[in-house]
């Protein structure tokens, strides 16, 4: 009985580690998960401030988070013309984040930014949608990866290729 007892947390250990890639970190996640696939919220959106940035409530504390391993064409930013593809870019995202969504935050290895947002992988919770990866995926975000924070690079590369390729949004758009 007592080699049982011993083994059982190795086992459990095993059986975690499969569950990561091999840089300790969870394997990228589709844009979309099937249909029956929900998250657990742990937040919930209060305003799009523009295609890459969101305000969260988090426990009743209102948070500025910067989707990461993307870049949306500028709309906001100080003595900035807008972008092209710019308005359309924030568009969609308030039309994936609508004021109320119950969103799930995933952290990669930096929490925050220079500026103190909080840097998120963002997913709606009630379908599984990876809004980050759906902004790449529809041509409205390009990759910036800044490492350590490259969780998704490859994947957010391989999404920005194919957009490219289809000539989908910014791509068709801005040349």
């Not at 969103?103 to 909080?118: C, F, N, Q, S, T």
């Not at 990759?143 to 920005?160: E, G, K, R, S, V």
Request: with cysteine.
């Amino acid at each position: 009985m007592r080699g049982a007892i011993t083994i059982a947390p190795v086992l459990t250990l095993l059986a975690l580690s499969a569950c990561t890639s091999s840089n300790g970190r969870s394997a990228p996640a589709p844009a979309t998960a099937p249909a029956s696939t929900t998250v657990q919220a742990n937040a919930i959106v209060v305003k799009v401030i523009d295609g890459d940035t969101i305000d969260v409530d988090v426990d009743g504390r209102v948070e500025r988070v910067r989707l990461i391993g993307i870049d949306t064409p500028e709309t906001k930013k100080p003595n900035h013309p807008v972008d092209c593809w710019g308005p359309e870019a924030s568009a969609h995202t308030v039309e994936l984040l609508p004021p109320g969504t119950a969103v799930r935050i995933e952290r990669d290895v930096v929490g925050r930014d220079d500026y103190g947002r909080l840097l998120g992988y963002v997913h709606r919770a009630g379908d599984g949608l990876f809004v980050n990866r759906d902004l790449v995926q529809q041509g409205f975000a390009r990759p910036l990866t800044i490492a350590p924070n490259d969780l998704y690079a490859a994947q957010f590369a391989a999404d920005a290729r194919a957009a490219e390729a289809a000539d989908l949004g910014m791509w068709a758009a801005c040349g």
